[in-house]
Nanobody, 124 residues
Framework: QVQLVESGGGLVQAGGSLRLSCAAS????????MGWFRQAPGKEREFVAV????????SYADSVKERFTISRDNAKNTVYLQMNSLKPEDTAVYYC?????????????????WGQGTQVTVSS
């Protein structure tokens, strides 16, 4: 079981940037994919971005394309989410998750381990 801890959330003005980190510890699995999801109050958790083990495959939700960039540093067991041009509608708790199969799926059901989340608030 991989333990995931998010960090880097906070308050930022619209148009600003924020970089989230997710550090993995404990038992890890070779070639696992990592994803980011978010959940706003009153809404379901939704897919944001995913990256394969090698970083060669990435996928983004339409709402964040060309604004967010997912990356990873396997030597540090860490995945990042660079968020630019933030909008108030990006306000949510952001969660990272590990997909042990390494399929880099956008499906929330395809993930095996989850972090506790980090709050991102974008003010107008």
């Amino acid at each position: 079981q991989v333990q995931l801890v998010e960090s880097g959330g906070g308050l930022v003005q619209a148009g600003g940037s924020l970089r989230l980190s997710c550090a993995a510890s404990g038992r890890t699995f070779s070639r696992y994919a990592m994803g980011w999801f978010r959940q706003a109050p009153g809404k379901e958790r939704e897919f944001v971005a995913v990256i394969s083990w090698s970083g060669g495959t990435t996928s983004y939700a339409d709402s964040v394309k060309e604004r967010f960039t997912i990356s990873r540093d396997n030597a540090k067991n860490t995945v990042y989410l660079q968020m630019n041009s933030l909008k108030p509608e990006d306000t949510a708790v952001y969660y990272c998750a590990a997909d042990y199969r390494g399929w880099a799926t956008t499906d929330i059901g395809g993930y095996d381990s989850w972090g506790q989340g980090t709050q991102v608030t974008v003010s107008s």
